[in-house]
């Protein structure tokens, strides 16, 4: 979606969506403690930027915990595609994480990697920990599933977020347009169902086992037009009707319409 139509689309309660770059200074000072959720679609730099981040934060003395959950490399860690990683905490769906903070002597931020994959009780947590703790928490994911559907927890955190951040890293379609929603492609061909989280990447080479019985399940960021209209770009399938219709046009010379 598109930051006009992110802001036209969202309740009137939603704070405004942002546009911040990564490389933006670390607050300092007494200040009140903040949730803010930075989005965006496959490949855009969400997991670099949780990882500058808490560089950052690590660097000025601060103590904080990196949690991720179903990172593309299957374990409890963050890694981005440019190489850089780091250990983190699994957060499963029994996880509390207000007890998992408050367990330690002097937690002062969190950042949250693949939050759009908690639950959403989890994400009122969070909101705990920033109100009732002073815990800044920084959460970083997807807005929208393979069917441009919001993922319940991002919805959430839309709603209760102090700041919604769309990451300026630009990612591009196969058509040059603006990469914005995220398509799940099994066996060459873009799924329209399935559950609503199947573990992917980017990567063509990824096969992952979901729903799809071990088909090999890959994602492709694509415009909104070419995500609607199913077209995976040049030398993939395209979807069956489309092909039918096309191969139907090429067949049936043009004529008169008939009474």
Not at 12 to 19: E, K, R, S
Request: include cysteine; proline fraction near 5%; charge should be negative.
């Amino acid at each position: 979606m598109s930051h006009e139509v992110m802001e036209q689309a969202k309740p009137l309660g939603w704070p405004p969506v942002t546009q911040l770059s990564a490389l933006s200074a670390v607050p300092s000072g007494a200040r009140d403690a903040v949730l803010k959720f930075y989005f965006g679609p496959m490949d855009c730099g969400k997991s670099t930027l949780a990882l500058q981040m808490n560089y950052n934060h690590g660097r000025q003395g601060r103590r904080g915990l990196v949690l991720t959950k179903h990172d593309r490399s299957g374990g409890p860690k963050i890694t981005s595609r440019i190489g850089l990683g780091l250990e983190a905490i699994e957060v499963e769906d029994s996880l509390d994480l207000v007890r998992l903070v408050t367990a330690h002597d002097r937690i002062d931020y969190l950042i949250c990697d693949e939050a759009c994959f908690y639950t959403v009780e989890q994400i009122e947590q969070l909101a705990d920990l920033v109100d009732e703790h002073g815990v800044d928490v920084y959460a970083f994911g997807l807005a929208s599933d393979f069917r441009s559907v919001m993922f319940p927890a991002a919805q959430r955190l839309f709603e209760l977020a102090d700041e919604v951040c769309r990451l300026q890293v630009e990612v591009l379609c196969w058509c040059g347009r603006p990469g914005q929603l995220n398509a799940r492609v099994v066996g060459g061909s873009m799924a329209r169902t399935g559950a609503q989280v199947v573990i992917g990447d980017t990567d063509a080479a990824q096969a992952v086992v979901g729903d799809t019985d071990a088909a090999q399940v890959r994602y492709q960021v694509l415009c909104r037009r070419h995500h609607r209209a199913g077209r995976l770009g040049e030398g993939s399938r395209e979807p069956a009707a489309q092909e039918a219709a096309r191969e139907t046009s090429e067949l049936t010379p043009a004529g008169p319409e008939r009474p």
